[in-house]
Antibody
Framework: QVKLQQSGAELVKPGASVKLSCKTS????????MSWFKQIPGQSIEWIGM????????GYNQKFKGKATLTVDTSSSTAYMDLSSLTTEDSAVYFC?????WGQGVMVTVSS | DVVLTQTPVAQPVTLGDQASISCRSS???????????LEWYLQKPGQSPQLLIY???NRFSGVPDRFIGSGSGSDFTLKISRVEPEDLGVYYC?????????FGAGTKLELK
C-alpha cells in the first residue's frame, strides 16, 4: 500500500535552514507528483508547492518562493523540502502528500 | 488567490443526524480542461488530513457512502448522513484548479 514516511520533529534556531524528508513506498515514485503543505497548529492549511519526480519540475505558491525548495531522489523514492532563513513564523507542521495519501507530518519549531 | 468560504464554522450534531457543510469559492473552480478540482478533507486532532471527496463528488478509496459531495461552479456542499463518532473533526474544502491551491478555513463537526 502507499506510504509516506516523514522525518522527525526539528528544533532550529532563527536564521538557520532545515531539510525535511518524505520517504515513499507502494507506488511508482518516478512518475508522480508530490505536494507539500504547511499548517500552523489551530489554523487551516497552506499549499507550499509541488514537484514532479520524473524531471524535478516544480511549481510553488508565490508566498513560499525563496523560502521552500523542493527536490527528489528517485533512487530512494524520497522527496525533500528545504526551508531557509527560518523565523518564528515558519514554526508549523509540514506535510507531504500525493493523490490523497499524506505523510504523518513533521513539527518544525523555530526558537532561539 | 481563490478564497474558499466554509459555513458553518462549527456544526453541532447528534450521532445519527445528517450534517451539511457549504464551501463557496470567490471564482469558478471549473478548470480549462473541464474538470473541477474541489476536494473535501477530514482532519482529526493530531492527525494528517484524510481525503474524502475529489473532483466534487468522487469518494476516495475506502470512504463510506454516507459522505456525499455535490455542487458546481463556485458552490459546493458536503453532506454526511447518519453521523458516526469517527466522523467528528475539522472538515476542509480545497481547490486545485487555480494557482495557488487553497483551503477553506474549516468547519468543526462536534457533538451537541
Amino acid at each position: 500500500q502507499v506510504k509516506l514516511q516523514q522525518s522527525g520533529a526539528e528544533l532550529v534556531k532563527p536564521g538557520a535552514s532545515v531539510k525535511l524528508s518524505c520517504k515513499t513506498s507502494g507506488y511508482t515514485f518516478s512518475t508522480s507528483y508530490m505536494s507539500w503543505f504547511k499548517q500552523i497548529p489551530g489554523q487551516s492549511i497552506e499549499w507550499i508547492g509541488m514537484i514532479y519526480a520524473g524531471d524535478g519540475g516544480t511549481g510553488y505558491n508565490q508566498k513560499f518562493k525563496g523560502k521552500a525548495t523542493l527536490t527528489v531522489d528517485t533512487s530512494s523514492s524520497t522527496a525533500y523540502m528545504d526551508l531557509s532563513s527560518l523565523t518564528t513564523e515558519d514554526s508549523a507542521v509540514y506535510f507531504c502528500a500525493r493523490l490523497g495519501y499524506w505523510g504523518q507530518g513533521v513539527m518544525v519549531t523555530v526558537s532561539s | 488567490d481563490v478564497v474558499l468560504t466554509q459555513t458553518p464554522v462549527a456544526q453541532p450534531v447528534t450521532l445519527g443526524d445528517q450534517a451539511s457543510i457549504s464551501c463557496r469559492s470567490s471564482q469558478s473552480l471549473v478548470h480549462s480542461n473541464g474538470n473541477t478540482y474541489l476536494e473535501w478533507y477530514l482532519q482529526k486532532p493530531g492527525q494528517s488530513p484524510q481525503l474524502l471527496i475529489y473532483k466534487v463528488s468522487n469518494r476516495f478509496s475506502g470512504v463510506p457512502d454516507r459522505f456525499i459531495g455535490s455542487g458546481s461552479g463556485s458552490d459546493f456542499t458536503l453532506k454526511i448522513s447518519r453521523v458516526e463518532p469517527e466522523d467528528l473533526g475539522v472538515y476542509y474544502c480545497f481547490q486545485a484548479t487555480h494557482d495557488p491551491y487553497t483551503f477553506g478555513a474549516g468547519t468543526k463537526l462536534e457533538l451537541k
